[in-house]
């Protein structure tokens, strides 16, 4: 074959064209190696092949590192090279054992950190900084860097759960930067992977798999969902197993119950099975054999479950996916789907809330009698497999020049069309039927979010060098503000999240699209009533509660358990419960605290409550080598703080004094000079770059423009936008109080009387007490806030003594009202010492 191409008898197959890219990148004629293809395209077994050739050809025993952002990822890596070492097994099993530093006989060396004897290691994003030696050693270069789901990668570097985010970036660069080679491989390798390695001078090719799966998948969307869960439920009273893929951890115990309660299912415990973030060992467990342990009549897991785990049996028949804003990504939602590979029915039933846009492009409407059919139900298919694509170099170049955005050829995002839904009240539709039925706002591009994030490092460092610092060099914090790699990398994911958020279901069609599946919407009728919601706290909650106290000897020993994903049981429940004990400051919980104080029960807790800290506290609790959204907070609480002052409040907990008024108090004005207002347009359909009006992006605020052809904007419109603030602190404004009304009639001006009369506002007194009950206690009982309380203002200071928390003395080592906050010994003094007598003789 290589003959006959070579003297023009053939053209080169795929087959060819991929070992002729991969013998190049073998020969080291090129770092990097990247591959874009769908799921169950043989990319591990083709990373398996490439790693035993380079192991056999290499003259001493090749260093490896694979890089994962979740442990499950990391599990089925270790199984499928057992050649390596899982960074969570060297942990707990070398946790008390060193090795000396072939370099420097003076250095000792964690398991982790030992190339010697563990040449080939599997990491988690989260743990690079542990193969420092010391915490600060230099990493020596990798032979070969493996980057397994690349895309999911790169957005980790920016996640919220991230500690330490620019340490762990720059190590991350510095790793694939010195590698030898770097094979990076992912289904929605795009743009932000591209301009990665491109901006890090890691050239490179990049193969790209046009195949796709042979009996395209119909993602069918609905509004209802009751049908959806009645669908639910009469596909397992028909016998057939179900799962359920879903962006809501709660929605999940909702099904357990609408199932459980049907007793004419007869599902036992055993035969409902659900993964979660809060998920223990024994269930976590159950990920290294799926091809068994899944084997359940339903199956249900959150995208906590997005990597690592391939579920390739024939068992389940239909699937079923829950939809909802502000949880995670279209990609993560997308990559979640796709743990469970074959179900008998193509059909996958999307149930999305009614705040997400289903007005799609090219998506058909059918009837929703088409989906209950029992043709439809019966359709049975064969394991979605791949299908050659024509060597057509015009057919490899559809889809656009975005790598992001190229989609299947024969997809119907590919066709020119204008579809618009003729769904709106001219069919008669009631306002329940036209939930969902509105455009969505405009997706955000990089080179947005690109500007915004430097606007941001801007306005971010400057506040730096106005935070009150000890340090002998105040000011001094290096941020990241020029266009490299990483940067780079965050505006993407930036842009990725806002448009998920705003745009949920179109980034979901872009990505199925690529894939060569569709979406249908299906078309709106008389909604059925809302599903019960179940009252009072969710089940994880009262699990947490539920669960035994342990001291902190015992906690540290289960917390290094759980942390390597050993503890067994409800072991995960008792650690959860003692780290929201420690957080809150308690000695107990119980139910009664979580709804007096709407106080989350998992990590990381209230981020409501360490703004506040933040905005009490100028300069303290504030995490210098954050990045991306993480890093805004020094500027977001020095905007907080001066809201606060032009309200005229004396403190965040002045649920006593009032605002000044908009008009006579001067506060309209003092506002529309903020940088929070700056960059709002003017008029309907003005526009701003985002970069514009940063500081009102990142709290996340949408700058509205006056209404009914005003030149102002009204008192709700400026409410909406102290709110926005505000609602970081657990804080809200009550009602606007009427404090001036213009003269009516002959005196009256061009606006409404309505619209020239003055307010002013209060705090709401519920908002404020549920607060102050919480900072209150983190001053007295949680040591790292005891130590600054001080440093309060006196006024602050009196409010919080004066605060009845005394329902909550039945958790609390001490009374909550005495000793005062100045006069209060350290929360880790285990008993007052005994009075004892001096006398001077």
Not at 11 to 28: H, Q, R, S, V
Not at 145 to 155: H, P, Q, T
Not at 497 to 502: C, I, K, L, V
Not at 660 to 670: E, M, N, Y
Request: charged share 30%; proline share 5%.
């Amino acid at each position: 074959l290589v003959a006959e191409v070579a003297a023009g008898l053939r053209k080169p197959d795929n087959l060819m064209k991929l070992n002729t890219i991969a013998n190049e990148w073998i020969a080291g004629k090129f770092p990097l190696l990247g591959i874009r293809s769908g799921v169950n395209t043989g990319k591990t077994v083709f990373c398996g092949a490439v790693g035993d050739e380079l192991w056999r050809a290499s003259d001493r025993p090749m260093t490896t590192i694979m890089i994962t952002y979740r442990v499950a990822q990391a599990e089925d890596l270790k199984r499928r090279f057992p050649r390596t070492a899982n960074y969570l097994d060297l942990k707990a099993d070398y946790e008390n054992q060193w090795f000396q530093d072939p370099n420097d006989k003076h250095n000792l060396l964690t398991a982790l950190q030992s190339r010697k004897d563990f040449p080939e290691i599997v990491v988690q994003v989260d743990s690079l900084l542990n193969l420092r030696p010391g915490g600060i050693g230099e990493v020596a270069p990798f032979d070969l860097v493996i980057l397994d789901e690349v895309a999911s990668i790169l957005a980790h570097l920016s996640a919220a759960t991230l500690r330490n985010g620019m340490e762990t970036g720059e190590l991350f660069l510095e790793i694939v930067q010195r590698a030898k080679r770097v094979l990076a491989m992912d289904d929605g390798y795009g743009q932000r992977e591209h301009d990665f390695f491109r901006l890090a001078n890691v050239p490179g090719k990049l193969i790209i798999n046009t195949r796709r799966a042979a009996v395209p998948l119909t993602f069918c969307v609905g509004l209802d969902e009751k049908k959806w869960l009645d669908r639910i439920v009469a596909d397992l009273a028909a016998g057939k197993n179900v799962v359920v893929v879903s962006m809501s951890a709660r929605v999940l115990d909702r099904i357990r119950d609408r199932v459980m309660l049907n007793n004419s299912l007869g599902l036992a415990d055993a035969d409902i099975l659900i993964h979660r973030a809060l998920s223990g060992g024994d269930t976590t467990a159950l990920l290294k054999n799926v091809a068994e342990n899944w084997k359940v009549r339903l199956l249900m897991y959150s995208p906590s479950i997005e990597a690592g785990v391939n579920f390739d049996v024939p068992w389940f028949h239909t699937k079923f996916l829950f939809m909802c804003k502000k949880s995670t990504t279209a990609r993560a939602a997308w990559q979640a789907t796709l743990r469970v590979r074959q179900t008998e029915s193509p059909l996958v039933h999307c149930f999305v809330q009614s705040s997400i846009s289903v007005m799609l492009d090219c998506a058909q409407e059918v009837p929703a009698a088409r989906l209950c059919t029992p043709e439809q139900q019966r359709t049975t298919t064969v394991a979605p497999q791949a299908l050659d694509a024509e060597d057509d170099p015009a057919l490899q170049d559809s889809g656009g020049g975005r790598l992001d955005q190229q989609v299947a050829v024969d997809s119907p995002l590919c066709q020119a069309s204008s579809f618009q839904s003729d769904a709106g009240p001219s069919r008669g539709l009631t306002s329940e039927q036209l939930k969902g039925l509105f455009g969505p706002p405009r997706r955000v591009t990089m080179a947005e979010t690109l500007q915004f994030l430097q606007a941001c490092n801007s306005e971010v460092t400057a506040a730096w060098r106005r935070v009150p610092s000890s340090t002998e060099e105040p000011g001094k914090v290096v941020r990241l503000i020029e266009d490299g790699p990483l940067f780079r990398t965050f505006a993407h994911t930036e842009a990725e999240r806002r448009n998920s958020d705003a745009r949920l279901l179109h980034e979901f069609q872009l990505q199925v699209a690529r894939a060569g599946h569709v979406i249908e919407i299906e078309q709106p009728e008389e909604l059925a009533g809302k599903s019960k919601r179940r009252k009072g706290l969710p089940p994880e909650a009262l699990q947490i509660i539920g669960a035994r106290a342990i001291d902190a000897a015992e906690y540290e020993e289960l917390r290094k358990l759980r942390d390597v994903k050993r503890d067994r049981g409800v072991q995960n429940l008792e650690v959860a419960r003692y780290e929201a004990c420690q957080y809150y400051g308690l000695k107990d919980i119980d139910e009664h605290f979580f709804k007096e104080t709407k106080a989350d029960y998992k990590a990381p807790f209230s981020k409501k409550l360490d703004f506040l800290l933040q905005v009490l506290l100028p300069g303290r609790f504030l995490d210098e080598g954050a990045v991306a959204r993480q890093s805004h907070e020094p500027k977001m609480v020095e905007t907080a703080r001066g809201l606060l002052k032009d309200l005229g409040l004396a403190h965040p907990f002045d649920v006593g004094g009032a605002t000044c008024s908009l008009l006579a108090g001067g506060l309209k004005d003092r506002l529309l000079k903020l940088e929070l207002f700056r960059g709002r347009p003017k008029q309907v359909g003005a526009k701003s770059a985002m970069s514009g009006r940063a500081v009102s992006e990142m709290f996340q605020i949408q700058l509205q423009a006056p209404r009914d052809e005003k030149t102002e904007l009204d008192p709700g419109q400026l409410k909406g936008v102290m709110n926005g603030v505000l609602a970081r602190m657990g804080l809200k404004l009550g009602k606007a109080i009427e404090v001036g009304r213009p003269r009516r009639g002959k005196g009256k001006q061009h606006e409404s009387a309505s619209g020239n009369s003055d307010y002013k506002y209060k705090l709401e007194r519920k908002h404020v007490l549920r607060m102050a009950k919480l900072v209150k206690l983190q001053f007295r009982e949680v040591p790292r806030v005891w130590q600054h309380r001080r440093e309060l203002e006196p006024a602050i200071r009196g409010f919080l003594n004066e605060v009845d928390a005394s329902d909550l003395d039945h958790m609390l080592r001490r009374p909550s009202g005495h000793p005062l906050l100045e006069d209060l010994r350290s929360p880790t003094t285990e008993e007052d010492p005994e009075e004892c007598m001096i006398v001077l003789r």
